[in-house]
């Protein structure tokens, strides 16, 4: 599915934050103080990346300073997942100037999608089930795809983003490895290098070159790496624990 800004506009709610030139949280309407842990975070004139847990700040640092240099009028929305209260979230970031073209201040608009990519699971189910995706949010051009969860052969990572690979080519996703593996169906997907998650579901084959395992997903001619570590658990999954055990399989 496409979303346009009007049609996130119209649906989800909207939170807006506003920042001075040093970035420090000045105001933001009703539905930011909701979302974000504002009373925790007291005084409340704190530097914006206050707001957001450890692993998440680096993300947000970047995107204030591409807002601070990049000339484009209608940057594309940023992905993100804020992990306090666990939700995920399409952001903007845009500066603000005066008439002289200095720099005031940032205007930070995001809207809150998780209850379109999370998987509706009962209020009493485990925790890391309700919070699991069954979309993928992706950046195309000025709109934001989601893709199905089960459509996905593989995710690669570059730095703190990752390209999602399906049969139909790759797509861009703001979000990283790290929280996308903590939020996919563990039954469904595996962590088979410090950069690669795989569809288990689609594994066509294992071979290995210079010793090392690879694997080959169904529809996809690439061959994904293998760390020794992950390797045991791969086997296993796949019904193969046997040879994992083997003298030498290692």
């Known amino acids: ?24 949280v000045t105001d933001m309407n009703a539905f930011a103080r ?51 209260p666990e ?33 509706e699971m009962p209020a009493d189910a485990p925790r890391e089930e309700r919070r699991r995706l069954h979309k993928i949010p992706s950046v195309q051009g000025q709109q934001i795809v989601f893709v199905d969860a089960e459509q996905v052969l593989r995710l690669h990572s570059e730095g703190h983003y990752t390209h999602i690979v399906t049969g139909a080519g790759r797509r861009f996703c703001n979000l ?33 070159q210079d010793g090392r395992l690879m694997v080959r997903l169904r529809g996809d001619d690439e061959r994904v790496p293998v760390s020794r570590s992950s390797a045991p658990g791969l086997l296993q999954r796949l019904g193969l624990a046997d040879i994992a055990t083997r003298p030498g399989s290692s």
Do not use: W
């Open 34 to 84: 909701q979302v974000l842990p504002v009373e925790e975070k007291q005084p409340f004139s704190r530097m914006v990346l206050d707001f957001h847990p450890e692993r998440s700040r680096p993300k947000v640092e970047f995107l204030l300073d591409q807002a601070a240099v990049c000339p484009v009028a209608s940057p594309p929305p940023m992905t993100m997942i804020i992990n306090i």
């Open 1 to 24: 599915m496409n979303l346009s800004p009007l049609y996130l506009l119209e649906r989800f709610d909207v939170g807006i934050v506003r920042l001075d030139a040093d970035r420090q």
């Open 87 to 119: 939700r995920v979230l399409l952001i903007n970031v845009s500066r603000m100037s005066d008439g002289l073209g200095t720099t005031t201040g940032y205007t930070l608009v995001f809207y809150d999608i998780t209850e379109f990519v999370a998987a």
């Open 176 to 208: 990283s490895i790290g929280d996308l593996e903590a939020r996919l169906d563990p039954a469904l997907f595996l962590r088979v290098h410090r950069s690669h998650i795989v569809n288990l579901g689609a594994v066509q084959e294992l071979e290995r």
